[in-house]
């Protein structure tokens, strides 16, 4: 006997930050009954907390703060009437039948449970923590992830610390080395154990170089000491293996660490489901509309797969939501056959997982390696572009036309080869 | 007098590697896929411009801060000045997405980047 | 001011217990004096969690260890009971890999006849892998101990101190005893660094620092206290290595032997190392590269599968008092009169901190001539706060219609709900707490103890402390220093004069 509130939708999606509010939107304008669900009481997501410019660039082909690039989507969603619950938790998925899921959702007015048609799933990255990344000795106070200083300092006015070490060189952690030296904390020097940045290079730029900041590249951290609060870090140089090369310790005397050492996407609910995980992205594996491998159930954003850019995770967002519509209205996504998309040469990673031939696709990839000077192809389709420089940091963008793609008979091959390449 | 240089464009984040030579004939760059990477290059070795981004604190609003960015770049040596000059602020809510908060630093003022509602 | 009957020193598990037992009389009314922000944070809170089943005390060289171990095992059944204590009695299984190992084992089946410790036995490969998938094929057998269980220890001494508090005790805490004051060759208090606190018995349950405590009236001068540091590994809920049994290595002259368990939590751990530290490194509870190595080896003994390295969420130290010869110290002495060393209680302390207080309760007896009269209204029962995590879709319906701050999930990976949190604060503020501290609260509701380790909800946690307790953001205590150094732009104002720019 349940007295539990029951609601039907053709679509329900998981999390409220750019991803989610983007397929929340296209879903209700392509005359879904859509609803939204957020956690926490506001939405928005990480970009409600990025103050810098370097989103909309492709979107809205101007450049936006991440505050600014939300609010667009805030005024869509007023516009349109998009339905959304904030302070509303996810507890737990069940897939019924191929047109019926049912999400169990905890809210203060009790426990909503929701049967869908679809579900798009945009609850977005976690942060590795310091046990991830092996750092051992003390577990003082002032020790954060860079996205939980971002929350404390962009959200809530709070200056986490004053002398900075920061781990990991990509964008979240350079983005936050130059906001607390904005502040007038000194970041005493961001450690990478890569032997190239983990960000941007506009990012090493502007945000390191421009304040004095050094990066430690080939470098760790492998304890941290501090009785209440952080007092030092203890660093070494690695070698190709990422191993400590003995006799090359050193201290940095700081009272805060802050770890950007890397994003992972979050899909704790969907991995209790089954579902196929590409070990590359660390996200499910998807078909050109961002199904996965169980019907009807759709990702976007970072939950998908770690983006550099809020743009992409929008337009993905977007497609998913189109693919809902296209799942509803077929019992299913129709494709004569579907294709792996292969890994070619120096490709780490790269989604969708599997496209028909049938339909336009973005493909966004990364490298493995940095390189210079590069062709990246995909030759049973004929595409080539070349591109100054490839690096893991920047996603590699490709759009592939219908027409092309139908040229392809049992798979498709990303590789990168550099221009004096022989076979 | 001749000077090359590297430089990586920040405008977007296909952050090209320009190649920028500089002579008494004029500066060229080369490595840019797009028009405004050379006024970039250009800008960057004789005045470099940033935009500074910060917030400051709200009163009664439903989020304690607001996001500023300055509406035109500033010299990179006025970074400091800028930031200074938001270290007392402290504004009432409701907040516009737009609204000037604080005007002539640096020839140029700060703007509201996020909208911040009066707290109910 | 107000002169109590007793003082403990250390709110640990040793402290708490006693505390327990005393409260349960009229006349003798106690305070609990602890030096940390919160009880439980010294040895307590970071060890192995093991409620002994008492075969692996020798009973010739350890005679007090081994009973009040076998009484404390059982003891604990009726005090996790009564106290609503996260607790579970799976058994453990000492798994030998060799025949030396093997011949080492058999002895703690003689010491479980001598110490009356029921159903020890010796069981072999088909049998072992019966008792337990998860060990290793090539493992010969092992000891099995049925009467092994496992508790929450933080949760525990929190337990402990809120039915004592409830009782009557008086909780003190970031309240450190330096001295305690003698006169006439009686005890007549202890001076604090907030003030001196009159009391005529004083009790040293003062876990590491009980050496310090002891040498200050002098008693018993040849005591002292070395920390042996025990590190361990914790992986995060969904690893598919979860032992049903308790699982470590035989035993060697300085531990217990590597423990493989799932804890009540439902994470896999594995620990400790045994490492000895000089006598005055009692806050050396840092974690190193080959003490956690020595983990990873030892488990592969006794593990058929280890889980992958990336699935590590925490690692972690905790020191242990050991004493001199491994001999308890739990003394009533009559010069000076009032004074109680309970100090040095290493391992099986947690197992037999039941029965320890009750023996000290039996030495008090004697050797003061106390004469106690039981409390008729002495309630034996305290309930854990209610929480979301673990119930069906129903039963948390009805709870958010009780109260819709039970609707409102602040911890993702744990599923902690906002009303969770809030009782933490209040049942803090309760029993005497003085700074709310985030980690108070992630011990009484697990929120940050996840995969994120609280990456998502720390600030979540510290925005409600601030608001409860009309502390600053940036001023909240996380564990003893505040979450953020000030407010954002401190260091900007502090480089200009008011009103430029």
């Known amino acids: 006997m349940s007295n539990l509130i029951e609601e039907r939708y053709d679509v329900v999606v998981i999390g409220g930050g750019p991803a989610g509010i983007a397929a929340a939107i296209r879903a209700t304008e392509l005359g879904l009954k859509t609803i939204l669900l957020e956690n926490r009481d506001v939405l928005g997501g990480i970009p409600l907390q990025c103050v810098h410019p370097g989103f909309g660039l492709h979107y809205f082909k101007e450049d936006l703060t991440g505050t600014q690039f939300i609010h667009r989507f805030f005024e869509r969603m007023e516009k349109i009437g998009v339905e959304y619950i904030t302070s509303a938790h996810v507890h737990s998925i069940e897939y019924r039948d191929y047109m019926e899921k049912v999400v169990n959702v905890i809210t203060r007015k009790g426990v909503l449970r929701i049967y869908s048609k679809t579900i798009i799933y945009t609850v977005g990255a976690r942060e590795r923590t310091l046990f991830e990344i092996g750092v051992v000795g003390d577990r003082p106070d002032g020790i954060y992830t860079a996205g939980e200083a971002q929350t404390m300092m962009d959200i809530y006015g709070v200056l986490p610390g004053k002398d900075v070490v920061i781990i990991g060189s990509g964008d979240v952690g350079l983005i936050m080395a130059r906001r607390f030296a904005l502040e007038g904390a000194r970041v005493k020097?961001?450690?990478?154990?890569?032997?190239?940045?983990?960000?941007?290079?506009?990012?090493?730029?502007?945000?390191?170089?421009?304040?004095?900041i050094p990066l430690l590249l080939s470098h760790a951290v492998i304890s941290i000491a501090g009785k209440k609060r952080v007092e030092k870090v203890t660093v070494v140089k690695v070698d190709e293996g990422f191993r400590p090369i003995p006799g090359t310790e050193f201290e940095i005397a700081c009272d805060t660490v802050v770890i950007a050492a890397g994003l992972r996407p979050n899909i704790d609910l969907l991995e209790r489901l089954s579902i196929a995980i590409d070990?590359?992205?660390?996200?499910?594996?998807?078909?050109?509309?961002?199904?996965t491998s169980i019907p009807g159930i759709f990702v976007a954003g970072n939950a998908l797969v770690i983006n550099d850019l809020a743009d992409y995770v929008v337009e993905q967002g977007e497609k998913a939501a189109e693919g809902a519509k296209i799942f509803i209205e077929n019992s299913g996504i129709p494709a004569e056959e579907w294709k792996p998309v292969k890994r070619g040469r120096n490709i780490r990673l790269a989604i969708p997982h599997y496209i028909s031939g049938e339909r336009s696709v973005t493909i966004l990839a990364r490298v493995a390696k940095p390189e210079q000077r590069v062709f990246v192809e995909v030759p049973e389709v004929g595409y080539k572009t070349f591109h100054m420089a490839v690096r893991p940091a920047e996603m590699i963008r490709l759009d592939l036309s219908k027409d092309a793609l139908s040229k392809a008979e049992k798979s498709v091959t990303i590789e990168v080869k550099p221009i004096a390449y022989r076979a | 007098m001749h000077t090359e240089l590297e430089l990586t464009c920040i405008l977007c984040p296909m952050s090209c590697t320009l190649k920028v030579s500089i002579s008494d004939a004029g500066i060229d760059v080369r490595g840019n896929q797009c028009t405004k990477g050379v006024e970039y290059a250009k800008q960057e070795v004789t005045n470099p411009v940033r935009h500074v981004m910060t917030v400051v604190r709200v009163?009664?609003?439903?989020?304690?801060?607001?996001?500023?960015?300055?509406?035109?770049?500033?010299?990179?040596?006025?970074?400091?000045?800028?930031?200074?000059?938001?270290?007392?602020?402290?504004?009432?809510?409701?907040?516009?997405?737009?609204?000037?908060?604080?005007?002539d630093v640096c020839g140029t003022s700060l703007v509201a980047t996020r909208r911040v509602r009066k707290a109910t | 001011m107000h002169r109590y009957r007793v003082a403990i020193v250390g709110a640990g598990i040793i402290g708490a217990s006693i505390a327990r037992i005393l409260s349960m009389y009229e006349n003798i009314d106690v305070s609990l004096i602890e030096k940390e922000p919160d009880v439980g944070w010294g040895v307590s809170k970071a060890n192995t969690a093991i409620i002994h089943p008492g075969h692996e005390e020798d009973p010739k060289s350890y005679p007090l260890r081994a009973r009040l171990c076998r009484e404390g095992n059982e003891l604990w059944r009726e005090w996790v009971r009564e106290l609503d204590i996260p607790a579970k009695w799976p058994g453990e299984l000492m798994v030998f890999t060799s025949d030396e190992e093997e011949k080492a084992a058999e002895k703690y089946i003689e010491f479980a006849k001598v110490n009356k410790v029921p159903g020890v036995r010796v069981v072999y490969r088909e049998e072992l892998r019966a008792l337990e998938p998860t060990v290793n094929p090539d493992a010969l057998g092992a000891v099995y101990a049925p009467t092994a269980g496992m508790i929450s220890p933080m949760e525990a001494v929190i337990a402990i101190v809120e039915n004592a508090v409830e009782n009557g005790v008086k909780l003190f805490t970031e309240t450190e005893v330096f001295n305690v004051r003698v006169s006439a060759n009686r005890v007549i208090g202890v001076d604090t660094n907030r003030g001196f606190i009159e009391a005529d018995i004083v009790i040293n349950a003062a876990g590491l620092y009980a050496d310090k405590i002891s040498n200050v009236v002098s008693v018993d001068t040849w005591f002292f206290i070395k920390p042996r540091r025990g590190e361990y590994l914790l992986f995060d809920e969904d690893v598919d290595i979860k032992p049903t049994r308790i699982l470590h290595t035989v035993p060697t002259l300085v531990t217990k032997g590597v423990y493989v368990v799932t804890t009540v939590h439902g994470n896999l751990m594995i620990g400790p190392t045994a490492e000895d530290l000089p006598v005055d490194a009692k806050e050396a509870t840092s974690t190193t590269r080959e003490g956690l190595e020595y983990l990873w080896r030892e488990a592969g003994k006794i593990l058929k599968v280890l889980p992958p390295r990336s699935r590590v969420i925490r690692t972690f130290a905790g020191l242990r008092p050991e004493p001199p010869n491994g001999q308890w110290l739990i003394k009533a002495y009559d010069n000076p009169w009032g004074f109680v060393n309970v100090a040095g209680t290493r391992s099986p302390g947690l197992t037999a901190a039941p029965a320890i207080a009750l023996h000290v309760l039996e030495q008090m007896k004697r050797v003061f001539d106390l004469r106690l009269v039981?409390?008729?209204k002495w309630n034996p029962f305290r309930k854990d706060i209610?929480?979301?995590?673990?119930?069906?879709?129903?039963?948390?319906?009805?709870?958010?219609?009780?109260?819709?701050?039970?609707?409102?999930?602040?911890?993702?990976?744990?599923?902690?709900?906002?009303?969770?949190?809030?009782?933490?604060?209040?049942?803090?503020?309760?029993?005497?707490?003085?700074?709310?501290?985030?980690?108070?609260?992630?011990?009484?509701?697990?929120?940050?103890?996840?995969?994120?380790?609280?990456?998502?909800?720390?600030?979540?946690?510290?925005?409600?402390?601030?608001?409860?307790?009309?502390?600053?953001?940036?001023?909240?205590?996380?564990?003893?220093?505040?979450?953020?150094?000030?407010?954002?732009?401190?260091?900007?104002?502090?480089?200009t004069a008011k009103g430029q720019g």
């Not at chain 1, 020097?189 to 004095?212: H, S, T």
């Not at chain 1, 070990?279 to 199904?291: I, S």
């Not at chain 3, 700074?435 to 929120?447: L, N, Q």
């Open chain 3, 374 to 376: 039981k409390k008729e």
């Open chain 2, 59 to 103: 009163r009664g609003g439903d989020i304690p801060t607001v996001s500023l960015i300055t509406s035109k770049p500033v010299p990179k040596n006025c970074i400091e000045r800028v930031m200074e000059a938001t270290a007392y602020v402290e504004l009432e809510a409701p907040i516009e997405l737009g609204q000037v908060v604080i005007k």
């Open chain 1, 189 to 212: 020097a961001v450690i990478e154990i890569m032997p190239y940045p983990g960000g941007l290079m506009r990012n090493v730029v502007q945000c390191l170089r421009d304040f004095n």
């Open chain 3, 386 to 495: 209610v929480k979301v995590r673990n119930r069906s879709i129903e039963e948390i319906d009805r709870l958010v219609e009780t109260n819709p701050d039970y609707g409102e999930i602040l911890c993702y990976c744990r599923m902690v709900s906002k009303a969770e949190v809030i009782e933490a604060i209040k049942r803090m503020k309760a029993i005497g707490v003085k700074t709310i501290t985030v980690d108070g609260i992630k011990f009484r509701t697990y929120a940050g103890m996840g995969k994120c380790q609280g990456s998502f909800c720390r600030w979540r946690v510290a925005l409600l402390v601030s608001k409860y307790t009309g502390v600053p953001l940036e001023s909240v205590v996380v564990k003893r220093s505040s979450y953020g150094v000030g407010d954002v732009k401190l260091l900007l104002r502090g480089r």
């Open chain 1, 279 to 291: 070990p590359a992205t660390g996200g499910p594996m998807v078909n050109e509309l961002l199904e």
